[in-house]
């Protein structure tokens, strides 16, 4: 069975950098980060893939990346706007052949003051 849990999130000011942390257990094929503004709807932000570290569909000023000793996957976010706030989570998939995220995580949440 896949956990996965963030960390990372909190208040920061406009232009600051954050660093959001995904440690995971399990079998995984691929992890990305959604994040999910106010009143909008759920985004991808970027994806990696576990065995290779290959990663996409990474949204600007962002950068995802696996530490493989740690089991764990970053997301850093620089630049940061009020834009950027928003509830982020990490989600994952333990096969080539799934088409759904199937394991998530309970989220971490990110406000950006202007």
């Known amino acids: 069975q896949v956990q996965l849990v963030e960390s990372g999130g909190g208040l920061v000011q406009a232009g600051d950098s954050l660093r959001l942390s995904c440690a995971a257990s399990g079998h995984i094929y691929l992890i990305s980060w959604f994040r999910q503004a106010p009143g909008k709807e759920r985004e991808h932000v970027a994806g990696?893939?576990?065995?290779?570290d290959n990663t996409y569909s990474v949204k600007g000023r962002f950068t995802i990346s696996r530490d493989n000793a740690k089991n764990t996957v970053y997301l850093q976010m620089n630049s940061l706007t009020s834009e950027d706030t928003g509830d982020y989570y990490c989600a994952a998939t333990n096969s080539a052949d799934s088409r759904v995220y199937a394991f998530w995580g309970q989220g971490t949440q990110v406000t950006v003051s202007s």
């Open positions: 990696i893939r576990w065995n290779d």
